[in-house]
């Protein structure tokens, strides 16, 4: 690397290591079961879940690998009472805590100080937590659940009714995902190059040099949630019940612990105060029915045949992803940065860090991620019909149509999105708010074929056929394509399609089956109470949606939300034509591929072209190739000489053909997605399957054994 100043180079390697990804994982379940009398019974249970997954974000620097360790524990406690002949009363108490850390397998790293990063040069960073920026790392959250609920239930002649309430109290501390270590990026300047300043204590002069922020590192999600409800169930007659419920939700305003919630206005201050509303209407209704067919026995038989149907409502959480995106976001939290050109010549002498801010207020055009005011809780219709038949043999065959809406549903949307490269309030940045612009719809037809445990065999054979259309691409994480946001912000319309979770066939096939073996003395120890059982799971591959990454098209100053223009149908899937201007390239077509070299737009799928916006592209077009995966699972009792009490040794194995199993790339860690201007496009048979996976999903071949003692 050069240091210029007539200094000879600096010679630097680069080294390839392989980083192993294990995850331990301790388990613990113990259960008490007490019946004093015959109107009281007593029911206590503790859960605990130890898991570290190792190296779930490497990097070589030593101490900055990212190590995900999570604990869950819950305590489970119910009392019931036989008040009467027709009365029964349940309470339930329960405490639940989780605890999940995103931070350095070192912890002193987080105190190591700033990032340090060299903009064009060989090393591009040191410093930097499991090889992405500390805007993702350090972060984590503990919970602490306290639930209690009671339920009432009334026997009178046909009609049994559950009345009750369910609250749950939430003490919580997460970490906020931004740098308050701050960044220093050293560049090229007054003639010298980037790690020649470096070296000579000098910032450089290209972009920014120093940048801070300053917020709080945590915050304190406190919420109360409750819900009252009452059902009836009647039996109208033998062969006919009805049920009919209301239920009453209200989860709280969790964002108002933060001093600046939501998103005030633009005729507001930026600095404005504005609270999330409360969402104080959720009732959900629902209904459903059961009915035997007492008619046509040929083809229902005597009591063979059931139908049932429903519909109901229900009303989905706010999760504290939203709160902690807020909690790190201006004015909440603000960075500060200093700019090299600001002084000229090589940028700043003694550049290290004492150069970092130590102060700073909120820039109004600083790019915020908020909520609106009136967040409301996402609803959702569900609705279903289903028959289900047994048949001779001990079978039982099943066909039901499902359906589900979603309205209201969070998406991240652009307040101030640009026109011409304008934004439309140009004295604010970039507003992405979560707000309930989000629906979707689903229908499928799921199909079973069931036999019960006879002569030692159950099997199950399930197939469903369904298709998910939403316009809602996420509303924390890029699920596909390159952004959350739309991509045309004036009409969301264009973006309804398959969903990112579009399965539109997925078959399971599972059994058990007890091997036969002798069941008494030595031999019935040794050969006998075998048991296996598996699972066959067969499914479509995953969408992905085709979009041009770090370039903006229709000048809405979003880099990554635009899609292509679809040229040529017959031409190759993996084809496209890149106007060669915009990267600085020339080309004797005026076009080049993601390599740079030249080709004719007239032979290729897709086209980049700010002149070319008619025909896009839409979203989820791509897909993936299907999953394919066989588990089974191997169990040994043995018999021993106390009365109830057994001994069994499980043995697990997932995947068990190592079939690779290709989806999209996923922060990085693998080669293609669905970016044109990747040389890997539209190619997912180039990531690793999961075989390897590099961020801890450990799908490929692998196993674990348990031992069970029940008495």
Same mark, same amino acid.
């Given at each position: 690397?050069?240091?210029?100043?007539?200094?000879?180079?600096?010679?630097?390697?680069?080294?390839?290591?392989?980083?192993?990804?294990?995850?331990?994982?301790?388990?613990?379940?113990?259960?008490?079961?007490?019946?004093?009398?015959?109107?009281?019974?007593?029911?206590?249970?503790?859960?605990?879940?130890?898991?570290?997954?190792?190296?779930?974000?490497?990097?070589?620097?030593?101490?900055?690998?990212?190590?995900?360790?999570?604990?869950?524990?819950?305590?489970?406690?119910?009392?019931?009472?036989?008040?009467?002949?027709?009365?029964?009363?349940?309470?339930?108490?329960?405490?639940?805590?989780?605890?999940?850390?995103?931070?350095?397998?070192?912890?002193?790293?987080?105190?190591?100080?700033?990032?340090?990063?060299?903009?064009?040069?060989?090393?591009?960073?040191?410093?930097?937590?499991?090889?992405?920026?500390?805007?993702?790392?350090?972060?984590?959250?503990?919970?602490?659940?306290?639930?209690?609920?009671?339920?009432?239930?009334?026997?009178?002649?046909?009609?049994?009714?559950?009345?009750?309430?369910?609250?749950?109290?939430?003490?919580?501390?997460?970490?906020?995902?931004?740098?308050?270590?701050?960044?220093?990026?050293?560049? $090229?300047?007054?003639?010298?190059?980037? +790690? /020649?300043?470096?070296?000579? @204590?000098? !910032?450089?002069?290209?972009?920014? %040099? &120093?940048?801070?922020?300053?917020?709080?590192?945590?915050?304190?999600?406190?919420?109360?949630?409750?819900?009252?409800?009452?059902?009836?169930?009647?039996?109208?007659?033998?062969?006919?019940?009805?049920?009919?419920?209301?239920?009453?939700?209200?989860?709280?305003?969790?964002?108002?612990?933060?001093?600046?919630?939501?998103?005030?206005?633009?005729?507001?201050?930026?600095?404005?105060?504005?609270?999330?509303?409360?969402?104080?209407?959720?009732?959900?209704?629902?209904?459903?029915?059961?009915?035997?067919?007492?008619?046509?026995?040929?083809?229902?038989?005597?009591?063979?045949?059931?139908?049932?149907?429903?519909?109901?409502?229900?009303?989905?959480?706010?999760?504290?992803?939203?709160?902690?995106?807020? $909690?790190?976001?201006?004015?909440?939290? +603000? /960075?500060?940065?200093?700019? @090299?050109? !600001?002084?000229?010549?090589?940028? %700043? &002498?003694?550049?290290?860090?004492?150069?970092?801010?130590?102060?700073?207020?909120?820039?109004?055009?600083?790019?915020?991620?908020?909520?609106?005011?009136?967040?409301?809780?996402?609803?959702?219709?569900?609705?279903?019909?289903?028959?289900?038949?047994?048949?001779?043999?001990?079978?039982?065959?099943?066909?039901?149509?499902?359906?589900?809406?979603?309205?209201?549903?969070?998406?991240?949307?652009?307040?101030?999105?640009?026109?011409?490269?304008?934004?439309?309030?140009?004295?604010?940045?970039?507003?992405?708010?979560?707000?309930?612009?989000?629906?979707?719809?689903?229908?499928?037809?799921?199909?079973?074929?069931?036999?019960?445990?006879?002569?030692?065999?159950?099997?199950?054979?399930?197939?469903?056929?369904?298709?998910?259309?939403?316009?809602?691409?996420?509303?924390?994480?890029?699920?596909?394509?390159?952004?959350?946001?739309?991509?045309?912000?004036?009409?969301?319309?264009?973006?309804?399609?398959?969903?990112?979770?579009?399965?539109?066939?997925?078959?399971?096939?599972?059994?058990?089956?007890?091997?036969?073996?002798?069941?008494?003395?030595?031999?019935?120890?040794?050969?006998?109470?075998?048991?296996?059982?598996?699972?066959?799971?067969?499914?479509?591959?995953?969408?992905?949606?085709?979009?041009?990454?770090?370039?903006?098209?229709?000048?809405?100053?979003?880099?990554?939300?635009?899609?292509?223009?679809?040229?040529?149908?017959?031409?190759?899937?993996?084809?496209?034509?890149?106007?060669?201007?915009?990267?600085?390239?020339?080309?004797?077509?005026?076009?080049?591929?993601?390599?740079?070299?030249?080709?004719?737009?007239?032979?290729?799928?897709?086209?980049?072209?700010?002149?070319?916006?008619?025909?896009?592209?839409?979203?989820?077009?791509?897909?993936?190739?299907?999953?394919?995966?066989?588990?089974?699972?191997?169990?040994?009792?043995?018999?021993?000489?106390?009365?109830?009490?057994?001994?069994?040794?499980?043995?697990?194995?997932?995947?068990?053909?190592?079939?690779?199993?290709?989806?999209?790339?996923?922060?990085?860690?693998?080669?293609?997605?669905?970016?044109?201007?990747?040389?890997?496009?539209?190619?997912?048979?180039?990531?690793?399957?999961?075989?390897?996976?590099?961020?801890?999903?450990?799908?490929?071949?692998?196993?674990?054994?348990?031992?069970?003692?029940?008495?």
């Amino acid at each position: 690397m050069a240091l210029g100043g007539g200094r000879p180079d600096v010679q630097f390697g680069t080294v390839t290591a392989a980083f192993p990804a294990p995850i331990n994982t301790y388990d613990m379940l113990v259960r008490v079961d007490w019946t004093p009398n015959e109107k009281d019974n007593f029911a206590a249970r503790y859960l605990f879940n130890d898991q570290i997954v190792t190296n779930q974000f490497p990097t070589p620097f030593t101490g900055f690998a990212v190590d995900v360790p999570g604990r869950v524990q819950n305590l489970y406690g119910s009392y019931t009472r036989i008040l009467s002949s027709r009365m029964t009363n349940e309470f339930r108490f329960s405490y639940g805590r989780f605890n999940v850390l995103f931070g350095a397998q070192d912890p002193a790293a987080l105190n190591f100080g700033p990032q340090f990063l060299f903009a064009g040069g060989t090393i591009s960073g040191v410093g930097i937590l499991g090889g992405l920026t500390t805007t993702f790392f350090p972060q984590g959250r503990v919970f602490n659940n306290y639930q209690f609920q009671d339920t009432i239930t009334y026997t009178n002649g046909a009609h049994t009714i559950r009345a009750g309430v369910d609250m749950m109290r939430q003490l919580a501390k997460q970490f906020v995902p931004f740098n308050a270590q701050g960044t220093l990026t050293f560049s $090229a300047g007054g003639g010298f190059p980037v +790690f /020649g300043n470096f070296v000579d @204590g000098f !910032s450089g002069t290209q972009g920014t %040099f &120093a940048a801070k922020t300053f917020g709080s590192s945590e915050d304190h999600p406190i919420a109360f949630q409750q819900a009252y409800f009452i059902n009836d169930t009647w039996r109208v007659k033998p062969n006919v019940s009805l049920n009919l419920g209301l239920r009453y939700e209200n989860y709280g305003t969790p964002s108002n612990v933060v001093p600046f919630p939501a998103f005030a206005g633009f005729d507001q201050p930026f600095d404005a105060v504005a609270k999330q509303k409360g969402d104080n209407n959720n009732f959900a209704p629902r209904f459903s029915f059961a009915y035997t067919p007492h008619v046509a026995s040929w083809l229902f038989g005597e009591d063979k045949t059931v139908i049932r149907g429903g519909v109901g409502v229900g009303y989905d959480v706010s999760f504290n992803n939203i709160l902690s995106n807020t $909690a790190a976001s201006p004015p909440n939290a +603000f /960075g500060v940065s200093l700019l @090299g050109s !600001s002084v000229g010549g090589r940028g %700043f &002498a003694n550049a290290g860090v004492d150069s970092l801010p130590t102060s700073g207020s909120p820039n109004p055009r600083s790019a915020v991620t908020t909520i609106v005011p009136d967040l409301r809780n996402p609803m959702t219709w569900t609705w279903n019909l289903d028959v289900q038949r047994e048949l001779p043999g001990n079978l039982i065959v099943d066909a039901a149509y499902v359906g589900t809406r979603g309205l209201r549903l969070f998406i991240n949307e652009q307040l101030n999105p640009g026109v011409d490269n304008v934004r439309l309030h140009p004295e604010r940045g970039s507003i992405v708010a979560r707000t309930n612009g989000g629906d979707s719809i689903y229908h499928s037809l799921q199909t079973r074929v069931e036999r019960g445990m006879k002569n030692g065999l159950l099997f199950r054979f399930a197939y469903t056929y369904s298709k998910s259309i939403d316009d809602a691409a996420s509303e924390v994480f890029v699920t596909t394509g390159g952004a959350s946001r739309a991509s045309n912000p004036f009409d969301r319309r264009i973006d309804r399609s398959v969903a990112s979770f579009d399965v539109p066939h997925r078959a399971v096939w599972s059994f058990i089956y007890d091997i036969p073996g002798p069941q008494k003395g030595f031999l019935g120890q040794v050969a006998g109470l075998w048991r296996i059982g598996g699972i066959y799971r067969l499914q479509s591959g995953s969408p992905e949606t085709v979009f041009v990454g770090g370039v903006d098209l229709n000048n809405d100053l979003e880099a990554f939300n635009d899609r292509p223009s679809v040229a040529n149908l017959n031409a190759p899937a993996r084809s496209v034509a890149i106007l060669g201007d915009l990267f600085g390239i020339s080309s004797p077509t005026g076009y080049v591929d993601a390599n740079g070299d030249p080709i004719n737009p007239a032979n290729v799928r897709y086209i980049v072209d700010p002149a070319i916006r008619n025909n896009l592209v839409g979203r989820n077009t791509l897909r993936g190739n299907i999953t394919n995966t066989m588990d089974l699972s191997l169990n040994k009792g043995f018999r021993l000489p106390f009365e109830g009490h057994k001994l069994e040794v499980r043995f697990d194995f997932f995947n068990v053909f190592n079939h690779p199993n290709f989806t999209w790339a996923f922060l990085g860690s693998d080669n293609s997605n669905g970016d044109v201007t990747n040389p890997f496009f539209n190619n997912v048979r180039l990531n690793d399957g999961g075989i390897t996976s590099s961020v801890g999903t450990q799908v490929g071949r692998y196993g674990r054994i348990q031992l069970r003692y029940s008495f």
